[in-house]
């Protein structure tokens, strides 16, 4: 994310933040989970 990051230390202004995102989706989901899952899809 551009100038969101820490303050430079040469210069004025703010450096770039960088961000890691991880997703993990389960193998298995019980019933409700089941449920649930098509409940959000088909809204």
Do not use: T, W
Not at 17 to 32: A, G, T
Request: without cysteine; charged residues 30%.
């Amino acid at each position: 994310m551009k100038n969101k990051g820490l303050p430079r230390l040469s210069s004025f202004g703010q450096g770039d933040q960088h961000v890691s995102i991880r997703v993990v989706v389960p193998k298995k989901l019980s019933k409700e989970q089941k449920d649930h899952y098509e409940a959000l899809r088909s809204a």
